[in-house]
């Protein structure tokens, strides 16, 4: 829960290093413009799924270094950049280089299962 003049993606910030969240307005210039991959995890406040995820990428994005970038997407505030990338279930997972899609993994997992799905792309 927010407290008020906080937004969701001001008090997750806090709670997980390292992985900052992104706005549909900052998406091409964060996510399809970066000189790395980055892998983007489109989520909502309300999915207990994706909070169960969210210490994963965390320790994954810590793991990987300046490998890989890691973000967030809050989908029930970011409609425009879910719509756009096909996004219909949270947690949803998407790799982008050089500005586009490269994998997709859908729902939680740990961290191994998440590095061998996404081998050969991170």
């Not at 706005?23 to 909070?51: G, H, I, M, N, Y």
């Not at 970011?78 to 719509?83: D, K, L, R, S």
Request: hydrophobic share 40%; aromatic share 4%; glycine share 6%.
């Amino acid at each position: 829960m927010t407290t008020p003049g906080t937004t969701p993606q001001t008090t997750a910030q806090t709670t997980t290093p390292g992985v900052p969240y992104v706005t549909d307005e900052a998406f091409a210039e964060e996510v399809l413009r970066a000189d790395v991959p980055v892998l983007v995890q489109f989520t909502a406040q309300w999915c207990p799924s994706c909070k169960q995820l969210t210490p994963v990428l965390g320790a994954l994005a810590a793991e990987l270094g300046d490998r890989v970038r890691a973000v967030r997407l809050d989908v029930d505030h970011n409609p425009q950049t879910t719509v756009a990338h096909g996004v219909l279930a949270v947690p949803t997972l998407l790799v982008f280089q050089d500005g586009e899609p490269v994998r997709s993994v859908v729902g939680a997992r740990s961290k191994a299962r998440l590095l061998r799905d996404l081998d050969g792309v991170i």
